[in-house]
């Protein structure tokens, strides 16, 4: 089984920065792709930002510039650094993991974390 750990939510004012995290821990052999999400109320989930397991990365067009995805293949965490937030940021983030296998032989899984809040006053 695995799970997916994130931290690093919180209040923050217009212009403020926070940093998430996301550790994925369990039986683990690789992860092809990490990434958040966010869903806001009364709105769809959306992508935030991904990172795959060979390096590249991809934002949404609202966060490109502001928000940093990076990634610790060794210990199996991504991170989201955003700054220069705003009130329309304010969302449950929440952390995905894509095709996880825990042995070269397994089948990829995808995982979802339990989200953190962030919100953005203004």
């Known amino acids: 089984q695995v799970q997916l750990v994130e931290s690093g939510g919180g209040l923050v004012q217009v212009g403020g920065s926070l940093r998430l995290s996301c550790a994925a821990s369990?039986?683990?052999?690789?992860?092809?792709?990490m990434g958040w999400y966010r869903q806001a109320p009364g709105k769809q989930r959306e992508l935030v930002a991904i990172?795959?397991?060979?390096?590249?990365?991809n934002y949404a067009d609202s966060v490109k510039g502001r928000f940093t995805i990076s990634r610790d293949n060794v210990k199996n965490t991504v991170y989201l650094q955003m700054n220069s937030l705003k009130p329309e940021d304010t969302a449950v983030y929440v952390c995905?993991?894509?095709?996880?296998?825990?042995?070269?032989?397994?089948?990829?899984?995808?995982?979802w974390g339990q989200g953190t809040q962030v919100t953005v006053s203004s």
């Open positions: 995905n993991a894509e095709g996880i296998k825990a042995n070269p032989w397994s089948n990829p899984r995808d995982y």
């Open positions: 990172s795959t397991r060979a390096g590249s990365t």
């Open positions: 369990g039986r683990i052999f690789s992860i092809n792709s």
